[in-house]
């Protein structure tokens, strides 16, 4: 079994030569996400889980240094992060520094290339509410597992366990990413034919899923990095920034099967 951060360490290793003389324009910490903007005008975003900040006045004891520093300082994060925002900072950074590759599909739903079908199995891990109607409509059943209760009726571990087992497509959120459970979910999975990474927050790096059973990434590049930090800033969320995002969708490559469209 992979340990927790695994692949936020294998995000780490592909990552640390690209910021090479790179650095931090701006740094936002919002309610919902955390961006990182750097000097050349790229911007990553990572997802903020608000009920995992760390308590105190002071959450952060570098507040205030982080523009003008290089973006390696934030990329250890990831591998050096204590809690969720700081994986945060890391992965938010990591993100403005990863250029998609070319063969990437644009403007789509994940849902589309999940190729789901009326009767399969699918397992949501992490509240994604923007696909459950769309996910539904196709007559596929559903199991959400989500961990914040005030959210949804949380599942016991037994109801996880088989729900994981035993699903045909399984769709992860990449904060799981943020609170070291990725790794964990990808062990309790079965053999499903489709494993997708989804929000904004994921790494469009295939290199580091090579050795998972991801088949499918779909995220976000900012498109206005200007507009994107003010909504930070005002807490807003996806649905605020949506006009500022292309969407990404990226079928990974290998000798196994995958997804289609």
Do not use: W
Not at 79 to 91: D, F, H, I, Q, T
Not at 105 to 114: G, K, N, Q
Not at 121 to 138: A, D, Q, W
Not at 176 to 201: D, H, Y
């Amino acid at each position: 079994m992979s340990k927790p951060g695994t692949t936020l360490k294998a995000l780490y290793e592909r990552s640390a030569p690209l910021a090479e003389n790179k650095k931090v324009s701006d740094l936002r910490i919002g309610l919902g996400y955390v961006g990182v903007r750097l000097e050349d005008h790229s911007m990553g975003l990572a997802a903020l889980l608000f009920d995992a900040i760390p308590s105190g006045c002071t959450v952060l004891r570098d507040a205030g240094t982080h523009a003008g520093s290089p973006a390696a300082s934030l990329l250890k994060y990831l591998v050096e992060g204590k809690n969720p925002l700081e994986r945060a900072m890391g992965l938010a950074t990591a993100n403005a520094l990863i250029d998609p590759p070319r063969e990437a599909a644009d403007d789509r739903e994940a849902t589309t290339y999940l190729d789901l079908r009326a009767g399969e199995r699918v397992v949501m891990i992490g509240l994604f509410s923007p696909l459950l109607e769309k996910i539904r409509s196709t007559g596929a059943t559903l199991t959400v597992i989500e961990k914040n209760p005030e959210r949804m009726e949380v599942l016991n571990e037994k109801e996880k366990e088989n729900a994981l087992r035993r699903c045909d497509v399984a769709v992860i959120t990449a904060t799981t990413l943020l609170n070291n459970t990725f790794e964990e979910i990808l062990q309790q999975l079965g053999k499903p034919r489709c494993t997708a990474v989804i929000g904004p927050s994921t790494p469009l790096l295939p290199e580091i899923f090579q050795e998972t059973p991801v088949t499918h990434l779909g995220g976000a590049v900012v498109t206005d990095p200007d507009r994107v930090m003010r909504i930070i800033s005002e807490a807003g969320g996806t649905p605020a920034m949506r006009t500022a995002l292309r969407f990404v969708n990226l079928i990974i490559e290998r000798n196994v099967p995958a997804c289609h469209s």
